[in-house]
């Protein structure tokens, strides 16, 4: 079944707590630092009905019509599938929204991997796995990630710190288990669920595996808390700020105060080996979307810079022209990143299709380590007029108005109202507290740059370099096997 924008809004009204700027919200889907994204999901909810959209968003199975963007990959068309759905929704939308339930779903079936990790502790919780997933698809459900915990103070063992630092188990009951902790996630305000599980590995003596706990969680049960940061909506006015008042996809510290986890909601718990095994997968499958939408980030400053470039009549340059082509260069870098690693595709131990591991994380890395370097290229390129050019009121006020359309109109095709909508725009992609915010999240929310590192390493096959260099270099076989 898939939902409709109004009934992904009225799942929202389960009486869920959240809190921002000290004021508990009443509606999440009227609040303005929230209506704007909440609009923007249920749009994606909408567009699945939309007589242009069905086709390219849906497919049929046993007479259901069910979303691509929660469908486990099985096949190449699959990926192609997903990379036309999202290019569906950033065109309509006219931005760029991560965190909306296509990007956190793979961390689940990467859990369809490890069924046998799991049923070595409790068959019941494989068969969770496998249901949870069927469960998203039937629903239509938005399902967010909750790793990152507030951590303390690391050099300390956990247990000799408050134990709230790291989620963890507090009671075992009938009906299921107790937590604890907090969890910073992204969306989970307006989201229906999400994937809890832990971060850290240095509780892997048996006396801590309290916390290793994985689990679904539902945003709105009793004793879960949404502490929201300030929003970046509705700060300013949307003429200003276009991109802010529009995708700010609001974080929040996740507070679960004695929360109860029903039997049939939980993946794991007290297995540390099985905290360790969604550790080395989590991001199998949810990296390739995560990596999709920067492409469309270096589409929008490819964009701004060529319109700017265009306006003011210096993209003929060579040394313009170079600037350009570093930024395609990047973007390109994206694409074929995403491109190889769907025509290498492999079957996963669960018998799902991963994008080619090594070079997906490659691209990983490319992409989010290269962003802020091609955000200052396309900053250069839009010049200094992105951080002085005055608001929109003074385009029109009466006494400041006609100066700035006089200074700001180039000629008989660029009339002030376009220069200062573009400039806007460049200003809001990146040089805006909301760019700011953004590039820290490209940076951070999918893990930090090492974690990305690691898992580059992890997948890469170094043996056909090592034996490459032993032939080239003539080494003897005494030095060992290359695997
Ligand atoms: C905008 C934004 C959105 C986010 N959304 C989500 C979300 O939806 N769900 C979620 O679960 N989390 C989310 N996060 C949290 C994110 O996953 C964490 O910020 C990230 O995992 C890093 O954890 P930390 O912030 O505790 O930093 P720390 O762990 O304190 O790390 C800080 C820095 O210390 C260094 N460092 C730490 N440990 C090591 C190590 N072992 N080896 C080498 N260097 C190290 C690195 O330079 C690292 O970048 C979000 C974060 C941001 C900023």
């Not at 590995?201 to 309290?210: F, H, I, P, Q, R």
């Not at 706990?213 to 949404?226: E, F, Q, S």
Request: net charge negative; with cysteine; charged share 25%.
């Amino acid at each position: 079944m898939i939902r409709t924008g109004d009934e992904y809004r009225a799942g929202l009204r389960d009486g869920r707590e959240i809190w921002i700027d000290g004021e508990r919200v009443s509606d999440v889907t009227k609040h303005p630092a929230f209506k704007p994204i909440v609009d923007i999901r249920s749009r994606m909810y909408d567009m699945q009905h939309d007589a242009k959209y069905k086709d390219r968003l849906t497919y049929q199975e046993n007479g259901e019509t069910l979303t691509k963007f929660y469908k486990p990959p099985r096949e190449k068309q699959d990926w192609n599938d997903k990379v036309d759905i999202v290019d569906a929704v950033m065109k309509d939308i006219g931005g760029v929204v991560t965190r909306v339930g296509d990007e956190t779903i793979g961390e689940v079936w990467s859990l369809m991997d490890g069924r046998d990790v799991l049923a070595e502790f409790n068959p019941e919780f494989a068969n969770n796995v496998d249901r949870h997933v069927a469960r998203v698809l039937a629903e239509d459900i938005f399902h967010v990630s909750a790793n990152t915990d507030p951590k303390g103070d690391r050099s300390r063992a956990p247990k000799d710190q408050d134990p709230d630092m790291l989620v963890h188990v507090t009671k075992e009951t009938d009906a299921g288990i107790i937590i604890r902790g907090a969890k910073y996630e992204t969306a989970a305000a307006y989201a229906d669920q999400a994937f809890l599980k832990p971060t850290v590995g240095a509780w892997t003596n048996e006396e801590l595996s309290d916390y290793a706990v994985g689990c679904i969680v539902k945003m709105g049960a009793p004793g879960v808390k949404h502490i929201c940061r300030s929003g970046f909506a509705g700060k300013n006015s949307p003429a200003d700020y276009p991109l802010a008042n529009k995708f700010d996809e609001v974080e929040a510290l996740v507070v679960f105060d004695d929360v109860l986890i029903p039997w049939e909601d939980i993946f794991f718990y007290r297995h540390t080996k099985a905290a360790q095994f969604i550790r080395s997968t989590l991001h199998r499958y949810s990296a390739f979307p995560y990596v999709l939408r920067l492409l469309y980030v270096a589409d929008m400053m490819i964009g701004a810079a060529m319109w700017n470039a265009k306006q003011t009549g210096l993209e003929k340059l060579q040394s313009v022209k170079e600037k350009l082509a570093d930024l395609v260069c990047y973007r390109e870098g994206i694409n074929a990143h995403l491109t190889a690693s769907i025509a290498m595709a492999e079957k996963s131990p669960g018998g799902l299709l991963m994008p080619q591991q090594s070079m997906l994380y490659a691209g990983r890395v490319f992409a989010c380590s290269q962003l802020p370097a091609m955000m200052h290229i396309a900053r250069e390129l839009c010049g200094g007029q992105i951080c002085i050019t005055p608001n929109a009121a003074s385009f029109k006020a009466e006494g400041s108005g006609d100066w700035l359309k006089k200074f700001y109109t180039l000629n008989e095709k660029w009339e002030s109202e376009d220069r200062r909508k573009l400039l806007a725009f460049a200003r809001d992609l990146l040089n805006s507290d909301y760019a700011g915010h953004r590039l820290t999240f490209v940076q951070f929310a999918q893990a930090p740059h090492f974690n990305h590192l690691a898992a580059v390493y992890g997948s890469f096959d170094f043996s056909g370099p090592l034996d490459f260099v032993r032939k080239a270099a003539d080494l003897s076989d005494r030095i060992g096997s290359s695997k």
